[in-house]
């Protein structure tokens, strides 16, 4: 009974391999390429690797990979029919609740007018909003939304979030199901998108939703660069309905080198870099995965492969 460690999305596969036994010692662990038997493997922890490459493994039970995105997995005519679970941290990661925060906190105090205006030598004072005037919107409440939602809330933010199905909140307001997104986006000034990508979700950061936000709106784009219809964007800050965007995602990755976004004077370019992922991190979610598949335990993070997340 072994574990498959494919090529890490940071740092090298031995550094992996020596954090994923400080938090299971007796578990045996090969690295990409060097599979051995097929039959051993019943455990993949998947990285940077194409599931093209992946031999036939008879016994494999659990696949989990090392990142927040998983629809390219899902979408792959190679992926296994075993269960699929996510190893980040259920509390969620801080890398991403600091990151979320702090690119609110740049649009709320309007940073990136206040860079163009240095390169200009200008010296204006922008009116500021207080918190709880600036409405906050998360589309998606998951692992990785809800906790930098929460933290604005403590900040006196005005937060609400959209989420697919229907959910109760007591200190945010919830926004259920595709009938209410109108509502959501005309209330929000700063837009924040963790939402998994989909059929449904692909694309929904478009014209559409753009001109259904309040003029002057800024959105944020943590999820993945299929959410964003970069045309759509570049005419919304254009004509100046939206005064800004940052973009920790694209399509493709990297972004080329001759995409407008690059220099467009109300887009932040960040190279996909909001979360910090680590064995220390998610060995925990490995090893208590591992535990359940052995004691016939249900998992508590598996992927529902019909909602796409």
């Excluded at 709106?217 to 004509?239: P, Q, W, Y």
């Excluded at 190279?271 to 016939?296: F, M």
Aim: proline share 10%; with cysteine.
């Amino acid at each position: 009974m072994a574990l498959l460690l494919t090529p890490p999305v940071k740092g090298t596969i031995e550094y992996w391999r020596d954090g994923i036994l400080q938090e299971i010692p007796d578990l045996e662990i090969r690295l990409w390429p060097d599979v051995g038997d097929p039959a051993d493997i019943h455990y993949i922890l998947v990285g940077k690797f194409d599931l093209a490459d992946m031999p036939d493994l008879p016994n494999l039970r659990l696949m989990m990979p090392m990142f927040a995105g998983i629809d390219h997995l899902l979408a792959h005519p190679r992926m296994p029919d075993v269960p699929l679970v996510r190893t980040g941290p259920p509390e969620g990661d801080p890398a991403m609740t600091e990151y979320a925060v702090l690119h609110v906190l740049r649009h709320h105090r309007h940073m990136p007018e206040h860079l163009a205006q240095q390169r200009q030598k200008l010296w204006n004072v922008i009116p500021q909003k207080l918190p709880r005037d600036q409405r906050i919107g998360f589309m998606g409440f998951g692992m990785m939304a809800e906790p930098p939602a929460r933290v604005l809330q403590g900040m006196e933010f005005d937060v609400a979030a959209w989420v697919r199905s229907d959910r109760q909140d007591a200190d945010i307001e919830m926004f259920c199901g595709a009938d209410r997104l109108p509502d959501f986006l005309a209330r929000t000034d700063i837009l924040v998108c963790l939402l998994p990508l989909t059929s449904e979700t692909e694309g929904i950061l478009c014209a559409e939703s753009f001109a259904q936000m309040p003029e002057g709106a800024a959105i944020i784009n943590l999820g993945r660069g299929a959410h964003l219809v970069d045309d759509d964007l570049i005419a919304a800050l254009d004509s100046r309905h939206l005064s800004g965007a940052t973009l920790d995602a694209t399509k493709p990755e990297p972004l080329p080198v001759d995409s407008p976004l690059w220099l467009h004077e109300g887009v932040t370019i960040m190279p996909h870099t909001a979360r910090r992922v680590r064995p220390d991190a998610i060995g925990p979610q490995v090893a208590e995965a591992i535990r359940r598949d052995q004691a016939g335990e249900p998992q508590l993070w598996a992927v529902d492969r019909s909602a796409g997340y």
